[in-house]
T-cell receptor
Framework: EAGVVQSPRYKIIEKKQPVAFWCNPISGHNTLYWYLQNLGQGPELLIRYENEEAVDDSQLPKDRFSAERLKGVDSTLKIQPAELGDSAVYLC???FGTGQGANTGELFFGEGSRLTVL | GQSLEQPSEVTAVEGAIVQINCTYQTSGFYGLSWYQQHDGGAPTFLSYNALDGLEETGRFSSFLSRSDSYGYLLLQELQMKDSASYFCAVRKAGTALIFGKGTTLSVSS
């Protein structure tokens, strides 16, 4: 079974440029998450989708970040314009069940997209 | 609000046993998860405790005390490949997992 697929794995851009990350979750997983991970820190939630609906986007900086999950499958996270402080790893995860990883709290993560803003 | 506390670093030698503690403060607590992440890799699920007590999975065990808001991950018969970051994460009502800052485990020969 294929895992969570993210692209690109690495992206280097100059500040003020736009950038987009793509995520394909595990087939059948209705819940999709975007997390931000800074170096030496734990993942921090940006947005959670239940199917195509964003049910928790309270931590998403909406002035520059946007996300979508059309048709409740793939998702795209966009930053426009990027700032130096956005350099981090952007992790996508998915789970089966109603927002809580079924009964075990298990999320399946992709390998992340590492963004460097110069 | 909520908070999770875990040590930033732990060192041990091959074959040893190490315990990584996690204390949390949160409302609406459902359970405590543990994840492992190697450098440059994806976090991977290790265990989940919803009830008090010890859960054993091979060389790894996880413990939860809901009354003490405390849990730990126990790694036995350490191997070099266990060198990684370990995160505790709280599962609570109405939100996604909330992760701690992680503990870097270094295993030496």
């Amino acid at each position: 079974e294929a895992g969570v697929v993210q692209s690109p794995r690495y992206k280097i851009i100059e500040k003020k440029q736009p950038v987009a990350f793509w995520c394909n979750p595990i087939s059948g997983h209705n819940t999709l998450y975007w997390y931000l991970q800074n170096l030496g820190q734990g993942p921090e939630l940006l947005i959670r989708y239940e199917n195509e609906e964003a049910v928790d986007d309270s931590q998403l900086p909406k002035d520059r970040f946007s996300a979508e999950r059309l048709k409740g499958v793939d998702s795209t996270l966009k930053i426009q314009p990027a700032e130096l402080g956005d350099s981090a790893v952007y992790l996508c995860a998915s789970s089966f069940g109603t927002g809580q990883g079924a009964n075990t709290g298990e999320l399946f993560f992709g390998e992340g997209s590492r963004l460097t803003v110069l | 609000g909520q908070s999770l506390e875990q040590p930033s670093e732990v060192t041990a030698v091959e074959g040893a046993i190490v315990q990584i503690n996690c204390t949390y403060q949160t409302s609406g607590f459902y359970g405590l998860s543990w994840y492992q992440q190697h450098d440059g890799g994806a976090p991977t699920f290790l265990s989940y405790n919803a009830l008090d007590g010890l859960e054993e999975t091979g060389r790894f065990s996880s413990f939860l005390s809901r009354s003490d808001s405390y849990g730990y991950l126990l790694l036995q018969e350490l191997q070099m490949k266990d060198s990684a970051s370990y995160f505790c994460a709280v599962r609570k009502a109405g939100t996604a997992l909330i992760f701690g800052k992680g503990t870097t485990l270094s295993v030496s020969s």
